[in-house]
């Protein structure tokens, strides 16, 4: 296989990746989201009619319905990686001046992440139930902006409480909802926010320390066959000095796998560090996915721009409507809030 079909089977690979985990990582609102619509949108006038029915069906099932395809996908693409590493990697690390500890790491962290997302796909997000209905409502004040008391949830026949939503993938109302996740198949809400930020730095520590890993053995092989400073015979049969790219072409035709795997892997560490600081700053000023949505797509119903009223839901992380400070929001994560009590009448 050439270097060029080589590199064209993987942009297709990464693009394909970054299209699917960035439309479906739990956030329908994002700039890829938006640019996969745009897309869809060209390109559905070309597609017979009969086809359309079947993809839209097939997503509707993948995506709207509760299903496992996700995890099989997650721990598919996990397997492959890992694989690859103890395969290559780990041996060709070996036998550099790479020390034992180091390269047993990413199997310790694969552990530690395993069980993070068996408790993120298994544990309950804070499902609304008549028998809990009762103090689930007492947890969090109505704001009167993206929540309102005597709200009914026409699915559940409940009163929403503050910061619920009705999930329609998993078809209940979940406290303090944050979003339905596909790649754990789960909501994620008041009860377990905390692993899944936990699991999302797990997944983060395993692609960055792999990463490293691999660089440090791409670097190392540069380094040992002195490539960078030989030099090649073109197609004239002059001498040429071997550059960046003729590195990055040797390395990629020599470690089609390992370069493969590093791209992968440096593509989810930078999107997962991405999402992971947007849940800090969410957590930090005590939102959920759900509400920063929301008062996004509408703002809240005295926004006009003559008003001079200044809306809580402009998202500082001191000033929100649910923000007891920085540590308090933070604690509210791992430790989720019970109902609210009410001040005894003197
Ligand atoms: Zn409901
Ligand atoms: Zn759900």
Known sequence: MDFLTLFGVYVVVVLTCIVLVCKYAGQEQTPWGRYYNSVTTVVSPCVPLWLKRLFSKALHKLFHERNNAFI???????????????????GHCKEMDTTLTNL??????????????????????????????????????????????GEMCPTCNLVKPARSKHCRVCNRCVQRFDHHCVWVNNCIGAQNTRYFLMYLLSVCAMAGDMAILTVDLLLNVVARTGIMYAHYVDAQGQQQPTGMAFVVQHLFLTFPRIVFMLGFLIFVFFLLAGYVMFHLFLTLGNHTSNEWVKARGRGCQHCHPHSGHRCHSSFNPLRGFYSRGLLKNLREIFVPLKPLKKKKQK
Not at 77 to 86: C, D, I, R
Not at 117 to 128: A, E, H, K, M, N
Request: hydrophobic residues 40%; negative net charge.
């Open 72 to 90: 099989y996908t997650h721990l598919l693409l996990e397997g492959a990686v890992y694989a690859e590493y103890s395969y290559e990697v780990f």
């Open 104 to 149: 047993y790491i990413p199997y310790v962290l694969l552990v530690l992440h395993l069980y993070l997302f068996y408790l993120c796909c298994s544990r309950d997000p804070g499902t609304v139930t008549k028998a809990k209905h009762a103090t689930q409502v007492k947890v969090y004040p109505y704001d009167g902006e993206l929540f309102h008391p």
